[in-house]
Each structure stands twice: as C-alpha cells, then as structure tokens.
C-alpha cells in the first residue's frame, strides 16, 4: 500500500476535491483497491464520498485511528474512514497524546498494508497534529495550490515549516517521505496567474510535477465543484464541461500515480 497527504497550510485550494477524485481514479479506472482517511473536521472528503456511495464507509470514526490501537476495517475494496467532527477538534489540545496519535496511526496503516493498494490521507488546513500526524506515517505528499502571490510565498513554510515543513518531518522522523508536487489548481487565463506561473516555474520548477509538455496544473471548472456537490466522479457528471475537465485532469492523475509508482 503506496499512502499519499494531500496537505497545504491554505485553505480552498483543492486538497479535498482532489483526493476525492484521485480516489475515484484510483479505484475506478485503475482497479485499485483504496482507503481514504479524512482528518479534516470540515469533512468535505466524507460529504462527498457519502453522498457518491461508491465507497463504503467504515464504522471507525478517523479520530480514533490517532487516539486507538485500530487493527483494520471493513472489509471492501474502496473504504472510506470518515471525519469525525467534534473528537478530531479536541487532538491538538491533547499534547500528552500527540506521540502516541501518529504510532496509532503507524500501525493501522501497517496492519491494513496489505488490503488496500493506495491510501490517500485528507487533511485541515491548520498545521496540527492531524496534520503532522498524517505527514509522519505518508510515503507521499501532494500539495495542491492557488496561483496568488501569498500562495507562492508560503512554499517556504510548506517545505521549512518548524512543525510541519516537509524537509523537516523527512529530515528528522520520515525520511521515506517524497514530495510528488505542488499542484497549481484553480487555474484561471488571467496575466495575473500567467505571471504567477512563470514565477513558480522560474524559482520552484523542482517541486512542480513534470508533465510531457510543462508542469502539471489543474484549471478552474465548474465541473469540479459540482462533481463534488453530486459525490461523482468528474468524467461521470454527464456533461461536456465534465468531460473536458477530465481530459485535463486525466493526464495528472497518471503522472500522480506514476510517480507513485501505482501500476
Ligand atoms: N479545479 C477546480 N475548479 C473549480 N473549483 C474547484 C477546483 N478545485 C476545487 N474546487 C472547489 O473549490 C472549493 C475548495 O476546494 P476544496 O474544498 O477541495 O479545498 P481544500 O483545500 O480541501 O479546502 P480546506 O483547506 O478548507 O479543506 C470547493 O468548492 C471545490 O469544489
Ligand atoms: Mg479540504
């Protein structure tokens, strides 16, 4: 099992809806077998995976993954393992706890290693243990991102963040932990985000996901709030700005999973 976070400081800028439809390609088109974790209180993962009910949910609230010994769920091929709202709030207050929240969460995703092939962990945006959990237990991290300058300028934190920076939980507790890339999302034909693009892919090219022609990107598309909203997949919203979407789409989620190495 390959676990990927989608994890970014930021609010709103696709780490939901792309796991969500990450899992669905997974599961859908490539046949994987896949486990999704949502973390975030918000639960815009879950709402939308309950409303699709393509995935099982499993009985397991996602806070009790950090706060038990939890030796596996359901038995399916797409579990979800929901957001819990008010239990996921009280983590961060429970510091005492906070070690054993990420070993808790070490050996669930070790004892369901071999029934799943893909896990895809979705997080909040406030950079606590949820989160630090999740990025100590990952293989892969993805960060997507809105092309705007204060965006651009929080790489640093992304990467170098005391608690939570990427080189640092790989330095110093994860060092199997590999960055697949920043994901512009919400991309829009402005100068304004041309500019900005040109400047993320003059300073920070490393850390965008290489694609046969430039750097992955995903644009803005009505589709995909609405895909979310009806819980389907983009490409089954049965409407031509579904099926554009997806042809662009499409070709990041290979790369995703090849640099995942998810055959
Ligand atoms: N490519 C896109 N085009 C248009 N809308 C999008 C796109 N990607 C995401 N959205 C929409 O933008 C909103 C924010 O996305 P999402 O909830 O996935 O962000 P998030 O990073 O998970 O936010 P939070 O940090 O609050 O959890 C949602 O309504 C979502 O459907
Ligand atoms: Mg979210």
Redesign the pocket.
């Known amino acids: 099992m390959k676990t990927t976070v989608l994890a970014?400081q930021k609010?709103?800028?696709?780490?939901?809806?792309?796991a969500v439809q990450l899992a669905y390609f997974f599961h859908l088109i490539m046949g994987k077998r896949v486990l999704v974790i949502d973390f975030?209180h918000?639960r815009?993962s879950s709402k939308a995976l309950k409303t699709g009910g393509i995935a099982t949910v499993s009985q397991m609230p996602a806070s009790r993954l950090l706060t038990h010994k939890v030796g596996g769920v359901e038995d399916a091929e797409f579990v979800l393992v929901a957001a819990d709202n008010a239990e996921l709030l009280k983590m961060e207050k429970q510091a005492d706890r906070h070690n054993s929240f990420a070993s808790n969460l070490q050996s669930f995703l070790q004892a369901v290693h071999n029934d799943f092939d893909v896990c895809i962990i979705?997080t909040?945006?406030n950079p606590d243990i949820r989160q630090l959990s999740s990025l100590v237990v990952s293989d892969y991290v993805l960060s997507?991102l809105q092309l705007n300058q204060e965006a651009i300028d929080g790489i640093g934190d992304l990467l170098n963040h005391d608690t939570i920076g990427i080189r640092k939980i790989k330095a110093a507790i994860n060092p199997k932990l590999e960055l697949i890339g920043i994901l512009p999302?919400?991309v829009e034909p402005t100068p304004f985000q041309r500019d900005n693009f040109r400047e993320l892919s003059t300073h920070f090219a490393k850390l965008l996901i290489p694609m046969d022609v430039g750097f992955a990107a995903?644009?803005?598309?009505?589709a995909?709030?609405e895909a979310?909203a009806a819980g389907v997949p983009v490409w089954k919203l049965g409407k031509t700005s579904g099926r554009d979407a997806w042809t662009q789409i499409k070709p990041v989620f290979e790369k995703i999973a090849s640099i995942m190495e998810v055959q």
Do not use: H, R
């Open positions: 970014n609010g709103g800028v696709g780490k939901s809806a792309v975030d918000q815009n979705d909040n945006p997507p999302n919400l995903i644009k803005k598309t009505t995909v709030p979310q």
